[in-house]
């Protein structure tokens, strides 16, 4: 049972334009969603985050939507950059599980110069 | 050091030998978290730690795999009589806990393959 999932395995976009990733949930009791991105033979890496009392939260070139309603997530960035190839990872959690995350199975993010 | 650092960082077992997997989170960090990761998928859960104590170990696929941190800094997880269905990349995650929504900090990860 597939609590988050990303449901495109590879995205690809030219430089300069915008990357839409998207990710879909099924526990209504998840509060807290984190994006992660991830280079080979790396750790994830914290990218952004936002908690269920907001539907936006910006940082930079990334951005973050939530709608509860649809169970939905997506993070933009704009503009990509070759720098921002990687796997991208959205998590969620349940607060009273002291921030254990569930993760979806990744997209795989490419830009192209 | 100033991240999350886990050692070996490759780990070659042969099927029914016993391994151990060493974490040092980031200092001070009080909240400490194992997960698995297979080829193409997102980390899963193992098991958390909140200073010495081991207070969700749901995720831990069988009683081969054992994990602890006995005086709330350095965790190993010991997986005996490893199976080939074992080998995964683990990875281990802290963060301060002092927060509700504070992010976890990954180190970069033990890749285990088991012949």
């Known amino acids: 049972d597939q609590q988050v999932k990303q449901n495109s395995p590879s995205l690809s976009v030219q430089e300069g334009r915008i990357s839409i990733l998207n990710c879909d949930y099924t526990?209504?009791?998840?509060?807290?969603f984190l994006w992660y991105k991830k280079y080979p033979a790396e750790g994830p890496t914290f990218l952004i985050s936002i908690s269920s009392i907001k539907d936006k939260n910006e940082d930079g070139r990334f951005t973050v939507f939530l709608n509860k309603s649809a169970k939905h997530l997506s993070l933009h960035i704009v503009p990509s950059q070759p720098g921002d190839s990687a796997v991208y990872f959205c998590?969620?959690?349940?607060?009273?599980?002291?921030?254990?995350?569930?993760f979806g199975a990744g997209t795989i993010l490419r830009v192209k110069s | 050091g100033a991240g999350v650092s886990q050692s070996p960082r490759y780990k070659v077992a042969k099927r029914g030998q016993d391994v151990a997997l060493r974490c040092d989170p980031i200092s001070g960090h009080v909240s400490l978290f194992w997960y698995q990761q297979a080829l193409g998928q997102g980390p899963e859960f193992l098991t958390y730690?909140?200073?010495?104590?081991?207070?969700?170990k749901s995720g831990l696929p069988s009683d081969r795999f054992f994990a602890e941190r006995p005086e709330g800094s350095v965790s190993t997880l010991k997986i005996q009589r490893t199976q080939q269905e074992d080998s995964a990349v683990y990875l281990c995650?802290?963060?301060?806990?002092?927060?509700?929504?504070?992010?976890?900090?990954f180190g970069p990860g033990t890749r285990l393959t088991v012949l």
């Open positions: 995650a802290s963060n301060a806990g002092l927060k509700i929504y504070n992010e976890q900090f």
């Open positions: 730690f909140q200073n010495e104590a081991q207070l969700d």
């Open positions: 998590a969620a959690s349940r607060m009273e599980y002291g921030n254990k995350l569930v």
């Open positions: 526990n209504s009791m998840f509060d807290y």
